[in-house]
């Protein structure tokens, strides 16, 4: 009698994950694969690819808040399998938005009674809140014009140079022209006196932004206003005022409380700020807000009978998961005006450390204001041996992601650096990046500019030239960046 | 020398989270606090609020996921700090994108290589893919007639009136007539022959859908292909269709491997699938798949120099979470083929055995057909004593939501309930449903015709009280209840 099993039909399931066959077969990348694997391994293998992720806390590019409290992880987690859009199956949920859309009008000083209820809506990021202002502009622009019969195809937007690109999107994917303000050097942002006299009858509004993506800077919303309500005076165009407060809008009521640029302002009809910025909120919440009823169209409002009940619904998104949403409501009660406050307050100190600290180098210009959202932005005085990319390469190799990039017409000749202060970047992390930054600046200076490696490998003068260590990294580190960059190619023609 | 510190003084921290005053006072509404509160008190305040929000597992209205393996939540977690368009900081993710993009495109039999170049992107539902496609479709058509010199300004979709409302959203924002093919009783998808009728030379394209919300019924894409072949040669208009398969994308490749309905026609140029429905993966990511690179035009393509690297990108959304594009991977390479399909079999077992219990209750016409996506819709032979909308509130009390809406026009005199069978609704919630309808049903019959209801009140108005059944107070709550919801959603979108 045989007792025993033959080795091979241990059962599969008893294999630790990296004793399993599974992390030596190759992973599917463009097809199905026939089978399913253990969850085990699903979990382990997408785990360590992601390794190789950056990290997101480290990712000094962006704006996104990169960290919530642990309470708040586990609202998240809870609401996570919530399709928003089932306002009512999930009322509560529901409730909740329109709280936050009442606590932020009321934060911008939209003009309402004591009961009124606020005209706004939660969308998935500044983007989406843009094109619904935009397109609420374009439909009011629309029936003035064929009220008075005029002719209605080109419709245009007056903005700064300096503008994110969701503008661009809006235009081009929604048929307005944009008129941008080229911007000069020095002077950043969108000039309300340009702006003005750039204005005309197929204008549907002009937008200003509180907080510029390049330097963090707030444009005079105000200027901009009385020079325009002069202009409708003369024109009788109307013509009304967006406020691109993404970044702006959760800074300015904290620590400016008495610079006007929201609806204290008569002619801003609509503003629109990230809730995944300075909200304090992950990735995926925007808010738009407008003036009055009269501001949206009702004919852009739908009102379905979907999944059984009546729902009004003005976003271009439809079902989206609901967890950013109570994640908003969550930080407006945790925190109140005065944890924002601090908080922002924290921020802007933390970005004093970090420019006192990049100043006392003497190697860069600091190109933002103090005075704005909470960044960075720096260039070196001299860039003719190295240039900021280089810094922001290897700026990676300690794991911090600090991106460069040119500015706008007419400063394309001006490339920064910009590091924005989120506000999980203590001081101690601002004191490191700066340690970090003047190592590099050292080892900079001991490397040949790129100009003169050229002139030294010229094959007439067959000078063997001798490597040093630190030059044989940078090689590694070009060709791996080309690989990347390569890598990326085949991303083309997906998006 | 006093030593004892007064009662008020209590360290506010010592006391656990309901008896603090967090619980005894009002939570802000309009305005944001003046002060902070402890984040304990925070997370209890809200979490228990949102206890009488729905269950999402007993919503039976939704074809979005409710549930996925506690290993997928883990990784969802650990991206819940990634902003997914940070293309050049998490390269990985990006790469796991153009994984799904591919393996959904093979999974449609795009005509394309297995060296990674199908042409797609993920969104944030169908919703958005269709607005992309739709957007694809319009620049196209208008490049086409500016070549010809003919106008350019009023362009069409054809579609049924079964259509999602994204269609009309589409068609209201981006300046594009919707010429609806009506529906009739009992044929509730699009007529592709009425369809091709209804095509001249503004269509932009022909939208089928594949698991229509209505019925689950997939419509005949094929026919319509062929049909709009013929048109075409003789018009040499060369309209295209776009299939929108929210639904039946990740159903009829696993169930109906021989329904020719996606790239094996040669019109189809795009299709959009929900990622979240029956794609497996929490509300938050649609795709759209493109045939070629001709079909998308590169002018509505952006290179932007955002955040410090090139990145191109056609989407509406910009900055969003990361978390279900990675768990959309983790469903794919986790269930591979055989997965997803012995989970859609499961699915089409389930709404079979739900078919036939309501069946068997001799009061419901099964709406729905047999072939199309796992889902039940029924509606009530007699409707003169109650209604389905009344069925739909009963069933509540028990837990379950199950919606109930009319029909589009023109059939807008049907009524149905509708069902959702998910991957996470088990034969043994099946049977419970069953039963639980069954109870409802018997307690309508035991009720008097509406007739002796309608008196009841009005001999309540003349100040005698006539005594109200528990079930009738009940009712009264309810449908109270309701109107107070639905007035304060109006205004806020």
């Not at chain 1, 706004?120 to 609420?136: N, P, Q």
């Not at chain 1, 002069?230 to 008495?258: C, M, R």
């Not at chain 1, 909200?279 to 999944?307: M, Q, S």
Request: proline share 4%; hydrophobic share 40%.
């Amino acid at each position: 009698m045989v007792l025993s099993k033959a080795a091979s039909q241990s059962d599969v399931s008893v294999h630790s994950t990296f004793a399993s066959r599974y992390v030596r077969h190759s992973l599917p990348r463009y097809k199905m694969s026939e089978n399913s694997i253990p969850k085990e391994a699903a979990y382990q293998i997408i785990n360590d690819e992601l390794m190789l992720d950056g990290n997101p806390r480290l990712n000094l590019a962006s704006f996104v808040t990169t960290w919530m409290e642990p309470e708040c992880d586990r609202l998240v987690m809870t609401a996570i399998n919530k399709n928003y859009v089932d306002m009512d199956e999930y009322p509560v949920t529901t409730e909740l938005q329109n709280r936050c859309v009442n606590i932020i009008a009321h934060l911008f000083n939209a003009p309402l009674g004591d009961d009124e209820t606020a005209v706004g809506v939660g969308t998935v990021g500044s983007s989406e809140a843009i094109m619904l202002a935009g397109l609420a502009f374009k439909r009011k622009w629309q029936n003035k014009m064929k009220e008075l019969g005029k002719p209605h195809d080109k419709p245009n937007i007056v903005t700064g140079a300096n503008v994110q690109v969701c503008w661009e999107k809006f235009a081009r994917y929604f048929e307005v022209e944009l008129k941008e303000v080229k911007l000069t050097e020095g002077y950043y942002v969108m000039d309300p006196d340009k702006a003005v006299e750039m204005v005309d009858e197929n204008t549907i509004c002009v937008a200003a932004i509180l907080g510029s993506t390049l330097n963090g800077e707030f444009e005079d919303v105000k200027r901009l206003n009385d020079l325009l309500l002069e202009k409708n005076k003369q024109t009788g165009w109307d013509t009304p005022i967006h406020v691109d407060a993404a970044s702006g809008g959760f800074i300015a009521p904290f620590l400016y409380p008495e610079l006007e640029w929201d609806f204290r302002l008569p002619l801003v009809k609509s503003i629109n700020v990230s809730g995944h910025k300075y909200g304090l909120v992950y990735a995926g919440i925007g808010w738009a807000i407008w003036r009055t009823k009269d501001d949206l169209p009702d004919e852009l409002i739908f009102h379905i009978n979907y999944l059984g009940s009546d729902q009004p619904t003005f976003t271009l998104n439809f079902s989206k998961g609901s967890s950013q949403i109570i994640a908003q409501y969550y930080q407006l009660i945790r925190l109140g005006y005065e944890g924002y406050r601090n908080i922002m307050e924290n921020c802007q100190e933390n970005a004093m450390v970090l420019k006192e600290g990049l100043e006392k180098t003497g190697r860069f210009t600091i190109v933002s204001k103090d005075h704005g959202v909470p960044l960075v932005a720096f260039s070196l005085k001299d860039n003719s041996r190295h240039n900021e990319f280089e810094i922001s390469d290897m700026l990676r190799r300690y794991g911090w992601i600090v991106p460069a990039y040119t500015m706008p017409p007419d400063a394309q000749h001006i490339t920064v650096l910009r590091v924005v202060i989120r506000e999980d970047f203590s001081r101690t992390l601002a004191e490191r990046l700066v340690l970090d930054i003047e190592k590099i600046m050292h080892e900079l200076d001991t490397i040949p500019s790129r100009v003169t490696e050229k002139i030294t490998t010229d094959e007439e003068h067959a000078v063997v030239v001798k490597k040093t260590a630190l030059e044989v990294q940078r090689e590694i580190t070009d060709a791996w960046k080309k690989m990347v960059a390569d890598h990326k190619k085949k991303t083309k023609g997906v998006c | 020398m006093v030593l004892s510190k007064t009662a008020g003084d209590a360290d506010e921290n010592l006391r656990c989270t309901f008896a603090s005053r967090y619980a005894c006072s009002s939570l802000p509404r309009l305005k944001i606090p003046e002060g902070s509160m402890p984040k304990e008190a925070a997370y209890q305040i809200v979490k228990d609020e949102l206890m009488l929000d729905g269950n999402p597992r007993l919503n039976l209205a939704s074809f979005v996921t409710t549930w996925m393996e506690p290993e997928c939540d883990q990784l969802i977690m650990a991206a819940i700090n990634k902003n997914y368009v940070d293309m050049d900081e998490y390269p990985v993710t990006t790469e796991l994108q153009n994984r799904c993009v591919n393996i959904i495109a093979h999974l449609f039999h795009a005509p394309v290589g297995d060296d990674g170049t199908a042409l797609g992107v993920g969104t944030v539902g169908s919703s958005e893919a269709i607005m992309l496609a739709g957007l694809a479709f319009k620049r196209k058509w208008q490049a086409k007639m500016k070549l010809m010199g003919k106008p350019f300004t009023n362009p069409n979709i054809v579609t049924g009136a079964n259509v999602q409302v994204c269609w009309e959203k589409f068609g209201r924002y981006f300046d594009v007539e919707l010429k609806e093919v009506k529906l009739r009783e009992g044929y509730y998808t699009m007529d592709a022959g009425e369809a091709v009728e209804l095509v001249d030379e503004n269509t932009i394209c022909v939208a089928a859908i594949l698991g229509s919300t209505l019925t689950g019924e997939f419509e005949d894409v094929k026919l319509l292909n062929e049909l709009l072949t013929k048109k075409n040669e003789e018009t040499g208009w060369d309209t295209p269709i776009h299939v929108d398969a929210a639904s039946g994308g990740f159903v009829a490749p696993f169930v109906y491997p021989d329904l020719e309905w996606d790239f094996r026609l040669p019109l189809v140029k795009s299709i959009n699938v929900s990622g979240h429905k029956y794609g497996l993966v929490y509300a938050g990511v649609g795709w759209v798949v493109w045939r070629s690179h001709h079909d998308l035009p590169d002018d509505l393509v952006f290179h932007i120099n955002y955040l410090g690297s090139d990145q191109p990108t056609f989407t509406l959304n910009f900055s969003k979470g990361s978390s279900q594009i990675i768990a959309q991977y983790y469903q794919f390479i986790r269930l591979g083929f055989e997965g997803y399909k012995s989970i859609m079999e499961n699915c089409m077992q389930n709404a079979k055995i739900l078919k036939e219990g309501i069946a068997k209750t001799g009061r419901f016409d099964i709406v729905s057909k047999d072939v199309g996506v796992p889902v039940v819709a029924f509606s009530l032979k007699d409707s003169t004593n109650y209604t389905v909308f009344q069925i739909s509130e009963s069933l509540r009390r028990f837990g379950w939501i199950v919606p109930a809406y009319t029909m589009p026009p023109n059939a807008e005199h049907v009524a149905v309930l509708r069902i959702v069978v998910r991957e996470d609704f088990s034969h043994t919630l099946a049977e419970r449903l069953i039963s639980d309808m069954e109870k409802v049903v018997k307690e309508f019959d035991a009720m008097p015709p509406r007739a002796a209801v309608k008196e009841a009140h009005v001999t309540a108005d003349d100040g005698k009280r006539s005594e109200k059944s528990v079930l009738e107070v009940q009712r009264d709550v309810f449908s109270y209840w309701r109107r107070i919801s639905d007035k304060k959603s109006s205004g806020v979108c």
